[in-house]
């Protein structure tokens, strides 16, 4: 099973950036997969999760109505749009997947995902 993000890089306050994350090697349709992040010297947040479907997503309080995250399910892939950075936007950010398909409420707790990609940098800056 293999996470691959990429799409992060350098970008001004208030610009924007698109992360992807695809996902390969597992046949199962039961999955969620979440967007985590961590700044150096800060605790791991999570940011956003999404089951298959796209009928189900959550969102962490500091990035509600700045990103928004969509998935091709045909390409196994969750992508995470990100609008009005700001620098306090400036961290790894790794996708994670869940071997559940939530049906209401998908979770931010880093503990419910096992499998987790390698990480791209994002940094917003002037």
Known sequence: LQLQASGGGLVQPGGSLRLSCAASGFTSNHYTIAWFRQAPGKEREGISCINPSGSVTSYGYSVRGRFTT??????????????????E???????????????????????????????TLVTVSS
């Open 70 to 87: 969509s998935v091709d399910s045909s390409r196994r892939t969750v992508y995470l749009q990100m609008n009005n950075l700001k620098p």
């Open 89 to 119: 936007d400036t961290a790894a950010y790794y996708c994670a997947r869940a071997d559940n398909w939530f049906t209401s409420v998908c979770p931010l707790d880093s503990d419910r995902y096992g499998s987790w990609g390698q990480g």
